[in-house]
């Protein structure tokens, strides 16, 4: 595995690539080009100085999270294909650049879900939370201005003011979407994306919808181990792949996430560890990596990623906000840096018990 950290960019990241490199084990980002809109075509040159960037500062651009995809081809509307020639596009200019691995969901309208963005934890530290409590007694409209007051002045990726603005408008868009369209609709952008993935090698590695449930009505495919063999089996190319997010999965008590690493061997193409701590089954916050914070078996997930032979990049995810750091909630330095230093510790063990 590749140990790395997601970086938005110099224009919006409070965390510099200076920083990045001195945590231990770190060789990598993961970044995208956080100013674009989904349904444009990537742009050579941006890609380019994003990546010149990056490598200036001693590091590797190892992949991208994300490359969004635009409504209409999540909805399946007539003008898809515009979009997904766009899209054909970007993937064939990164392909060109030498970027391998892209990151993408098929979420609709929200991107992952929290209620809650600082919630306090008895050591001071404030983690983003969910109670699906909270979910219920909420009207759709008002969910980004019941979190907005705690994002620290960043744009959280999927909740740009613009498109919350929009939120009416996506419900309707979505309205006659169920489950069935919508994996009718992802296998029909992966179907005509597939040719220019493997004429540059480039692993698709979808994103967990996050919670792994419908909320607020809306249909939620990429949630659990039945699902994700329908769609690796729809379209049964391996570098139709997935990102294995721990914390995502996790959302639901009944996903087996070692068995799941285990059954996906040859698709997982990159994967986000984190814990999460469940004061009920409906109501939990993303505590720090370590297992004993959390709920989860840190240790029986990696192991089961050494297992499978997994090669790909790796990063912790969201990190608490420690030591009155101020930065988009999630993704501030130094908790994110215990994470890596963490699982690399695991890592490392593993490797060494298995000679
Ligand atoms: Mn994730």
């Known amino acids: 595995m590749q140990m790395t950290l997601r970086w938005y960019?110099?224009?919006?990241?409070?965390?510099?690539?200076?920083?990045?490199r001195q945590i231990p084990g770190v060789t990598g980002v993961i970044s995208t080009l956080y100013d674009s809109v989904p349904g444009e075509a990537w742009e050579m040159e941006d890609i380019l100085a994003l990546k010149n960037e990056i490598e200036e500062a001693g590091l590797k651009l190892v992949g991208i999270e994300s490359v969004n995809i635009h409504d209409a081809i999540k909805v399946g509307t007539p003008d898809r294909d515009k979009y997904i020639d766009n899209y054909i596009l970007t993937l064939e200019r990164l392909g060109q650049?030498?970027?391998?691995?892209v990151c993408y969901n098929f979420m609709p309208v929200f991107d992952w879900t929290r209620t809650e963005l600082a919630r306090?934890?008895?050591?001071?530290?404030t983690v983003l939370a969910y109670t699906q409590e909270a979910i219920d007694n909420l009207n759709p409209e008002d969910m980004f201005a019941s979190i907005s007051g705690d994002v620290n002045g960043s744009i959280l990726p999927g909740w740009e003011p613009e498109r919350m603005a929009r939120i009416k408008e996506l419900f309707e868009m979505y309205k006659d979407v169920d489950d069935e369209k919508l994996f009718e609709n992802l296998k029909y952008f992966l179907t005509r994306i597939m040719p220019v993935c493997d004429k540059y090698d480039i692993n698709m590695a979808i994103h967990p919808d996050d919670p792994a449930w419908s909320v607020f009505g809306l249909p939620r495919i990429i949630i659990n181990k039945a699902n994700i063999h329908r769609m690796m089996k729809m379209v049964d190319n391996p570098h139709n792949g997935v990102t294995f997010c721990s914390g995502s999965y996790g959302t639901n008590l009944e996903n087996d996430l070692p068995d799941m690493i285990r059954s996906l061997k040859g698709r997982i193409h990159f994967a986000h560890v984190r814990n999460l701590k469940f004061n009920s089954p409906t109501d939990f916050e993303e505590s720090a990596h370590l297992s004993s914070d959390g709920t989860f078996d840190m240790y029986e997930i990696m192991l089961a990623l050494y297992d499978i032979g997994f090669t790909g990049p790796i990063r912790p995810d969201h990190g608490r906000m420690i030591w009155d750091e101020v930065a988009m909630p999630g993704y501030g330095l130094y908790d994110r840096a215990l994470g890596a230093t963490y699982l690399n510790g695991l890592w490392e063990a593993i490797v060494k018990s298995h000679k």
Do not use: W
């Not at 650049?97 to 691995?101: D, T």
């Open 120 to 125: 306090m934890r008895p050591d001071g530290s």
């Open 9 to 20: 960019g110099s224009k919006f990241d409070t965390v510099t690539l200076k920083q990045i």
């Open 97 to 101: 650049a030498g970027i391998h691995m």
